[in-house]
């Protein structure tokens, strides 16, 4: 039994990283819960449109993701022998490439954003007025974009963190955003305090606002403490990056890059494959996957955390360490999320009534909640498995195991069963969930192979210093 549980110093360790980011993100995704019900006490059309927009918004925060996680693999391990110049140069990397993306992806909604939304509305099944939901698609768009840059470089910043274990700072800078995106969502939103009411265009100004205010205390909070985030000091000083190590990063990190951005875009797909069956769907998708992200932050910062703790480990060459801990976390991120789903199964039907929408729309988003929570745990193995992988910096292997594993196998699968056959949402929903079992396998055979159980900052410290 030692082989899989740790003691109580264990845990100790495992909760004082995981529990700010799970706090954070619960936080964060609770209050989008309530901005969710607040866009759809609006109408079912605005929160659909809301909806779209925030699925192609998702794969912009993935590619953010995905920017930085590269490149989190050599400063967590820099970290690890408190190599602080490492560190900088790994900051400015991550600073670079982040606003390079967000400038690209900016472009890229401009000109391209009315026909990505449009892909959502191809349905000859919808109830509802399709051309108010495009509006509303549109004019939430137009006012997020505002809001990428700043969002990129607070990235930047709280993964820089993050790499040296210090988890507390993002969380609060993240709680006190999404505390403040909820006031002006009720502000502007429905037109309180003498403010106007604008709708869904009030609900994405209140985000925009919040993604400032969490650039603003984050980095204010960096730069004032410069003498205990060391990476910080001199760090504008240049943007020098030593080549050496912009090589290495690109190497490990663009299929990480890749491989978010291309998940994220994945899920997107499968989401628009979905909307073939309605625009009812679309709506209760939102409203099942808002409610279910709210719990599925356990899962998914257990595993974040992995890296965050391996990866020190690793650079440290405690290697039979790194080992014993990663599956030891693996086995407690699988318990967590048998936690999640019993919790979900039972309440699936009460979160659904706070929407006002349509009693079709609250049974299939409580339905798509209970084959989701069912799920979890194959989930929550997958997650763990793929932090994993990354930490030792097999991200070409990652990259087939996650992004490879939905364009090859679920992406076919969604399209084949919305296309060519007359089955309802839920079976389609259930089949393409189950599918991720053979994923699953892949990941279990590939960890206890040892195959991410690598250093790779050894005989960089010459260069960093150079």
Not at 33 to 52: C, F, H, K, P, Y
Not at 174 to 189: E, G, K, M, Q, R
Not at 247 to 268: C, D, F, V
Request: charged letters at 15%.
């Amino acid at each position: 039994m030692h082989k899989y549980f740790g003691d109580k110093k264990f845990y100790k360790m495992v909760l004082v990283v995981a529990v700010p980011a799970i706090i954070q993100n619960f936080i964060t995704n609770f209050v989008s819960l309530l901005d969710n019900i607040m866009v759809g006490r609006v109408g079912t059309e605005q929160m659909s449109g809301v909806a779209i927009v925030n699925q192609l918004n998702f794969v912009f925060y993935l590619g953010m993701f995905g920017a930085v996680s590269g490149a989190n693999i050599f400063g967590a391990q820099f970290f690890g022998q408190k190599d602080f110049e490492g560190l900088r140069h790994v900051f400015r990397f991550k600073l670079i490439t982040c606003i390079l993306l967000a400038g690209i992806s900016i472009l890229i909604f401009i000109f391209g954003g009315d026909f990505l939304i449009n892909r959502y509305l191809l349905s000859t099944e919808s109830e509802g007025d399709v051309a108010l939901t495009f509006a509303s698609g549109q004019d939430y768009l137009r006012v997020m974009l505002i809001g990428m840059v700043p969002y990129a470089i607070s990235q930047v910043y709280a993964s820089s963190l993050r790499e040296m274990t210090e988890t507390r700072v993002p969380m609060v800078a993240s709680v006190i955003a999404v505390f403040t995106n909820l006031v002006f969502n009720y502000i502007l939103i429905f037109g309180k305090l003498g403010a106007p009411e604008m709708g869904v265009v009030g609900a994405a100004w209140a985000t925009v606002i919040s993604r400032y205010v969490e650039f603003v205390i984050i980095a204010s909070w960096t730069h004032i403490r410069y003498t205990k985030y060391r990476f910080i000091e001199g760090a504008y000083r240049s943007l020098r990056v030593p080549g050496k190590l912009v090589k290495q990063i690109i190497i490990r990190g663009m299929p990480l890059l890749i491989n978010e951005t291309i998940w994220a875009a994945s899920i997107a797909l499968l989401s628009q494959c979905y909307s073939l069956r309605g625009l009812e769907v679309v709506a209760a998708q939102n409203i099942s996957s808002t409610i279910t992200n709210l719990f599925n932050t356990v899962y998914f910062q257990l595993g974040a955390s992995i890296a965050i703790i391996v990866g020190p480990l690793l650079g440290a060459n405690k290697m039979e360490e790194a080992r014993d801990t990663a599956r030891k976390m693996i086995v407690f991120s699988i318990m967590g999320c048998v936690l999640v789903g019993l919790i979900i199964i039972p309440t699936a039907g009460v979160f659904p009534l706070l929407y006002n929408t349509s009693d079709h729309v609250r049974s299939l988003a409580t339905d798509i909640m209970i084959i989701t929570a069912c799920f979890t745990p194959l989930f929550g193995f997958e997650n763990a498995a793929y932090f994993t992988l990354r930490a030792g910096g097999k991200t070409g292997i990652t990259f087939l195991f996650d992004s490879g594993y939905q364009w090859i196998i679920m992406i076919p699968l969604a399209f084949a069963l919305t296309h060519f056959t007359n089955l309802t949402i839920l079976p389609i929903v259930a089949l393409v969930q189950a599918s991720e079992i053979i994923k699953a396998v892949f990941g279990y055979i590939l960890v206890k192979k040892g195959v991410w159980v690598n250093n790779l900052v050894n005989g960089m410290e010459e260069t960093n210093h150079s």
